[in-house]
């Protein structure tokens, strides 16, 4: 069973920096594609980025613009989303997922979530 665990979330005034932070336990000996995704009230789930298991490809939507960096740490079995120049659109409950099989923008890709983090930009 795998399990994530998302830390890092919180309150930023637009222009603004967070980190998230994603622990994924349970399946050792190698590495999984990964992903952030985020959702707004009211809002589908969208994605924001993905990283392939071997860190060689990243995925960014285009509303990221080049503000967020999606990164891994195997060795600590940790996913990160640095987030720059955070806008008041960028509010919603942030997720961590991990897929089994290969990394992609839709969320029926991914058999594993983490809990949610709630994002909020505002002044």
């Known amino acids: 069973q795998v399990q994530l665990t998302e830390s890092g979330g919180g309150l930023v005034q637009p222009g603004g920096s967070l980190t998230l932070s994603c622990v994924h336990s349970?399946?050792?000996?190698?590495?999984?594609?990964m992903a952030w995704f985020r959702q707004a009230p009211t809002q589908e789930r969208e994605f924001v980025a993905s990283?392939?298991?071997?860190?060689?490809?990243?995925d960014y939507a285009n509303f990221v613009e080049g503000r967020f960096t999606i990164s891994r740490n195997d060795m600590l079995n940790t996913l990160y989303l640095q987030m720059n120049n955070l806008k008041p659109e960028d509010t919603a409950v942030y997720f961590c997922?991990?897929?089994?099989?290969?990394?992609?923008?839709?969320?029926?890709?991914?058999?594993?979530w983490g809990q949610g983090l709630q994002v909020t930009v505002s002044s």
């Open positions: 990283i392939s298991w071997v860190e060689v490809f990243t």
């Open positions: 997922a991990l897929s089994t099989s290969s990394a992609s923008r839709y969320p029926n890709s991914y058999l594993y």
């Open positions: 349970g399946r050792t000996g190698r590495s999984y594609p």
